[in-house]
């Protein structure tokens, strides 16, 4: 399996259906402009991504990005593509059994029932909104934890923001023996739902998805997308040059090799 770098980050080179076909356990994490930023500032997050077994690219600018390096990426890789296309591969597979952990109260029971419906089957077997701040709760960590065990599920998704989300299941992953797959998974359990909208497939195609979520939320994203994010753009020129440096230590690569 090949793999692309890109700033601190080695991403698998996949297409979508390969992933679909080769991801049969491990932590998956998508990276976009955000976490791309978000990597230069956290060396836990940093670290954790180092040491998932599947990162892949999320967002035409990413994509954009691999091939201005010369490196092309195969594909987008979007959580919110993904996970409805994961149910539905594995629709008949009794071996998959999914946890949806994140959103609002409500919400992820919502998402549950639109994905049984849409996949005709009983794939998500089990949903939870924790609370806010729930990661800094150890008694609902555990009781969360508890709730994923006895549910059956082998597969986790947590949708609750990254790094966040990766930290969380970096931190538990080991406590919950019979989950196979751990997906972080950002806004995708909102989406599942019908709570947010997804931005128009010409605005995804055309890189732009982040304005359409800018337009939906603006008090809460402006500062992501105005005033954090823009300054990816000067790192991948740093990276063009030869002069861009890891800002973190430098942690053992995820086994891929560079393509």
């Known amino acids: ?7 601190n980050a080695e991403l698998q080179n996949l297409s979508f259906a390969e992933l679909l076909e ?24 940093a670290k954790i991504c180092s040491a998932a077994e ?45 946890f949806l952990l994140g959103a609002g109260p409500g ?8 994905i049984n419906a849409r996949t005709e089957s009983e794939i998500v077997v089990g949903a939870h909104s924790p609370s806010y701040g729930f990661e800094k709760k150890s008694n609902e960590c555990d009781e969360i ?17 990254a790094p966040k989300q990766e930290i969380w299941i970096s931190r538990h992953r080991n406590r919950m023996p019979d989950v196979k797959w751990f997906m972080a998974m950002g806004a995708t359990i909102d989406f599942e739902a019908g709570t947010l909208k ?18 939906q939320e603006p008090r809460r ?11 990816f753009f000067w790192l991948l020129a740093k990276q063009q040059l030869g002069i861009y440096r890891d800002p973190h230590q430098t942690y053992p690569s995820n086994g891929g090799t560079s393509a």
Not at 81 to 96: E, I, K, M, S, T
Not at 221 to 231: A, D, G, Q
Request: aromatic share 8%.
């Open 198 to 215: 997804r931005a128009p497939r010409w605005m995804s195609q055309a890189g732009l998805e982040w304005l359409y979520r800018l337009s």
């Open 54 to 98: 599947f990162v892949v690219g999320d967002g035409q600018i990413v994509i954009g990005a691999s091939k201005l390096l010369g490196t092309p990426l195969k594909e987008k890789i979007s959580g919110s593509d993904f996970l409805g296309a994961f149910c539905q591969f594995h629709r008949h597979n009794p071996a998959v059994r999914v």
């Open 1 to 7: 399996m090949t793999s692309v770098r890109i700033l």
């Open 145 to 161: 934890v508890n709730i994923v065990n006895s549910s059956g599920a082998t597969a986790l998704v947590v949708g609750v923001g």
């Open 107 to 114: 919400i992820a029971d919502k998402a549950r029932e639109r």
């Open 221 to 231: 994203l402006s500062r992501r997308y105005l005033i954090e994010c823009p300054p």
């Open 22 to 45: 080769c991801y049969t356990s491990g932590m998956l994490v998508g990276l976009n402009v955000d976490t791309f930023m978000k990597l230069q500032k956290n060396a836990e997050y």
